[in-house]
């Protein structure tokens, strides 16, 4: 998708992080924007802040692990917008759990799994049906992480998992449009590539009631921000190198417009430990753990 301009773009979890950068480099490229999220603070700040620049774009309340909810964002953008042409299944939060993982509450898998794996594919189920009867070019784009898509980091087990299964699920999707000939292009999107400065530390704040935990507040691990990951890295003498989200959006668009599947950055030492990882399981090899937390 080389031109952006007067294109609908539907971003969940569009009000703050990855989403909200998207939201604004589309929309500086003409894009009409549909912000959907579940934080209320966050989607009142975007609501603002895209107006100032004078984009395009409908603010709503949207609850990926609700298809209803979906539905209903999804017939706002064709009634107020006129339609759907590039969706990003953004929407995704940290359970923030630590420790041994036989010990981790029910309501910590639950909610990351209904939120990050279901999510996705609720949208897929919503949307994707909706591209693909416009008969339009059309983009479908997932925001995963590299921790589970191709590298395992023991320290978060529940959103390591969930994203694993996120990027089974992409690459399942692509596989089936390619052989369909469908219209709609499919695209994995990896934040980095480093530690993304987002509120995912921080996913408490829209945790719902049916999911907290008595007498927990915040994340068990105490990281409830970037900036107390680089405090405790520096604690051990770690120097946390960090990415902006506005970054991320910038070489996520670059990769659409050459309708590229990877929309992936990464360093030296990301590409070497990848090649690990394929040269362990090549090798049978057993499996060390670079740092446990």
């Known amino acids: ?100 993982m036989w010990e981790y509450s029910e309501k910590d898998w639950q909610w990351c799994f209904n939120v990050n794996i279901w999510g996705v594919i609720n949208s897929i189920r919503v949307f994707m049906p909706r591209l693909l009867a416009s008969g339009k070019e059309a983009h479908f784009v997932v925001t995963g992480s590299g921790n589970g898509a191709y590298s395992i980091l023991p320290d978060a087990p529940i959103y390591t998992t969930s994203k694993a299964a996120v990027h089974a699920i992409t690459e399942n999707l692509h596989y089936q449009v390619q052989a369909g000939n469908l219209p709609v292009k499919v695209s994995a999107l990896f934040p980095g590539p480093h530690v ?34 680089k405090r405790m890295c520096e604690e051990f003498g770690i120097e946390l190198k960090t990415t902006h989200p506005d970054e991320v959006a910038e070489m996520a668009l670059k990769g659409l417009e050459k309708d590229a599947f990877w929309l992936l950055e990464t360093t030296p030492e990301t590409d070497a430990k990848i090649r690990a990882r394929a040269d362990m399981i090549l090798k049978r090899e057993t499996p060390v753990p670079a740092m446990v937390g």
């Open 196 to 229: 993304v400065d987002t509120g995912l530390f921080n996913s408490g704040r829209v945790r719902p009631e049916a999911l907290k935990k008595e007498g927990v507040e915040g994340n068990e691990s105490g990281i409830n921000s970037v900036d107390d990951m």
């Open 1 to 100: 998708m080389q031109e952006f301009k007067d294109k609908v773009a539907l971003i969940t979890g569009g009000a703050s992080g990855v989403g909200r950068s998207l939201a604004f480099a589309l929309g500086r490229r003409g894009a009409k924007i549909v912000v959907g999220d579940v934080d209320k603070t966050a989607m009142e700040q975007v609501s603002i802040d895209l107006a100032a620049e004078h984009i395009e774009a409908v603010v709503a309340h949207c609850d990926v692990t609700s298809a209803d909810s979906l539905r209903a964002v999804a017939d706002k953008a064709a009634d107020v917008l006129g339609g759907l042409d590039l969706v990003f299944a953004n929407a995704g939060i940290g359970a923030g759990e630590q420790g041994a």
